[in-house]
C-alpha cells in the first residue's frame, strides 16, 4: 500500500521533470507553505540533490565521479547558472566588454570570472565553491 507522497517526494519529482537547472522557492508555492518549501529544498541541498548559489536561489547538482560530492549540474557552468538565475529573478544584465571583445574576435584573451553587466538595481550575491559572480553597472 502506497501512502502519500511528501512535500519534499513532489518537490523532487517537479524538479526531475523541469529543464531549467536553476530552481527558486517561489516556483514552488503552489505545493506548500514558505517554511515548508525552503525546509524541503534545505533537505534536498543536505542530500546532494541540489546546491545553494544564494539567497532564495538553488541549482540542480549531481555527484562528482572524482570526490564523490554533490557538484553544480548546469548548461554553462556556473555562469551559465547565474544567467538563468537572473532571468528568473528579472534582472535585466548583458555581456560585459571583455565578453564581447572576445566574442567579437577582437581579443585572444579568454574571460575567465564570471561576471556580467546588470541593467538596475541587484543586490544579491550568486556564490559557486570558489566563484562568484561579479556585477558591473
Known sequence: MRGRQTLRD?????IVKRRADVFLPREFRDLGGEDQVLRALRGLVRDGKLVRLGYGVYGRAETSRLSGEPILAARGGFIGAARQALDKLGVAWEPTEFEKAYND??????????????KGRFV??????????????
Open 10 to 14: 513532489r518537490l523532487e519529482a517537479r
Open 105 to 118: 574576435g577582437r581579443s585572444t584573451q579568454v574571460p575567465v570570472n564570471p561576471a556580467v553587466r546588470v
Open 124 to 137: 544579491r550575491r550568486l556564490k559557486y565553491q570558489d566563484a562568484e559572480l561579479r556585477l558591473e553597472r
